[in-house]
């Protein structure tokens, strides 16, 4: 995420800025620092391939195809990194993905079942995709999403508000970040 | 599906009379068959809980929860049969599942990886649940998905028109079944 | 299972009746269909594949492949049905499944999590095949597998104590059938 | 792996010395990153855990805890490090994992799929633990296990000749590292 990153050219970048929506992500994963990993495990997963993009060897059109022909999300670039402000502490667990949805061979399930985890605040970018992708399939493995509304961008308001209005509230709980930290954290 | 089950009350039934869309799967189920099963394997997944919903036991609220409130989608009485008219043969593939994505906990994945499928073309009830699911997991895991708008329904044509333009393209192909068949078969 | 099955040549049959492993299978199974599904849930996980094995279209020589060459295991025909004995209810859980291991391709893990199941009894044919193979993987997914040594049997003394002595303990708890109802029913 | 690591108690060290394992393994390896990553992908898949170990917060006893009992097997930590010889260079794949089964929640499936993997050459420590659980899945997934008998070390001469010959054959191929090298590299 940046000026010049990969999804700049789509806009996010911009409407993130007005949003102030990094910000208020910070603002969650102070408070959830403070709550101590008992209460809130902090998991990070940025997107970012190998290189070669040998994980979308096989891989049909689409949006991940797209990310490897613009040369964007490559692992060890900048591209790929997350952004300063939201840096991982070294303790915190990352944990890499190769696809839309961030339990798509990941540990994230296995990590989540063994610890007992059952509410998962989600935010990212983008809304419809990556978010909306964990979100749906947190709730068909028995999780309950909770969508935290202002840390997220989604392309258009047209989609941020078709999540947050039709998606979200179907399987889940949509909370802005102020009400989330009030109940969860 | 029909006129006094779990969705009607939700007016997907008389959604799908007015835009024949039982009819227009069933031309495509037909022109499958014919094809035969080296060109193209049918699989049917249909919705079903055994009795007592122990598949949703510590699933949180929302849409499978409100299936269980609503008494909906018992495995072996009618509300999770299949209407007649796209009624299985008898050495065709029935996949149950409990959950909205049909890959999850379900045999889906390791049978077509095995068979080496690559395009899935997909329709059902509702766009933005079950067949979108289905979808969204099917890009992820490397398959080609082929969304035939006119052999699904979602509860409302704004929500139908967002996933047919905002959602389906991005990660697969959407046709009328008339170009799929004309295409795939 | 008989005289005549697909496992018979290799002398399954014979030692099952030496020991009388079916009616211990079936002394376990009636406690626990006294207990109840509340304290203990039955879940019978036969392998039956599909006419012309389209399961097993792209796997490699080796046990699996034996059994489609030998004819052995189709659904429907006798030859993957449960023996009388111990046939399920029809109020019970049936997972088929198409590879050694019961997690493999099926609702088994999506099933147990849901319901917050903690100890796996496991018996079954073979020792060191679908029995192993279930034991380890419950293990690796956070499961206790309490292996009943007289309800299984493998292929020869050497392989059954090699499983009973060296794998099971490792992994899991070895009772009798009757230490085993003692404990868990 | 070393003279003080967590599996030198159980004499995998000393044994691993006698038999020269490691030298193996060294050639294996040099041959696979010659013949280049198109004729052979490299994938090195040690065991590593979080600090606190929360990938085994609900584990039974077992393996797998006894590690954590042990203290052994920390990530960043030496005990977890792969021994010089067989160091990952900095464009080598490596996916740590948490359990036995090295596709238990590990992106390692989803790689190998997209890919169009076939046959898996495997090596490593303990045979009838790791390498064994890694092979038996391998196999059941589709995949055809290539067993480089040379390059692994039991706890013991009986437990290695176990899973050479009675195992390992079932589900695939037995091979010395020379064999393998002459036929895959």
């Not at 060897?57 to 939201?86: R, V, Y």
Request: aromatic share 8%.
């Amino acid at each position: 995420m940046s000026e010049k990153g990969a999804l700049a050219g789509a806009g996010i970048w911009k409407r993130a800025k007005d949003h102030n929506t990094v910000g208020k992500m910070k603002k969650v994963l102070e408070a959830a620092r403070k709550a101590g990993p008992d209460k809130c495990l902090i998991i990070h997963s940025p997107i970012g391939f190998r290189e070669g993009y040998p994980e979308l060897a096989k891989t049909h059109p689409g949006l991940l195809k797209g990310a490897e022909e613009a040369g964007g999300f490559k692992k060890g670039e900048w591209g790929a990194e997350i952004t300063d402000e939201l840096k991982p502490l070294s303790d915190e667990t990352v944990l890499d993905k190769r696809r839309l949805c961030g339990f798509t061979d990941t540990e994230l399930d296995g990590l989540l079942k063994n610890l007992g985890v059952e509410n998962l605040m989600i935010g990212g970018f983008v809304t419809n995709w990556c978010v909306e992708a964990t979100g749906r399939s947190a709730y068909d493995r028995g999780y309950h999403p909770v969508f935290l509304k202002d840390c997220m961008d989604a392309f258009t308001d047209e989609e941020q508000k078709f999540a947050e209005e039709k998606i979200f509230p179907v399987i889940g709980e949509v909370l802005t970040s102020d009400e989330a930290m009030a109940k969860f954290l």
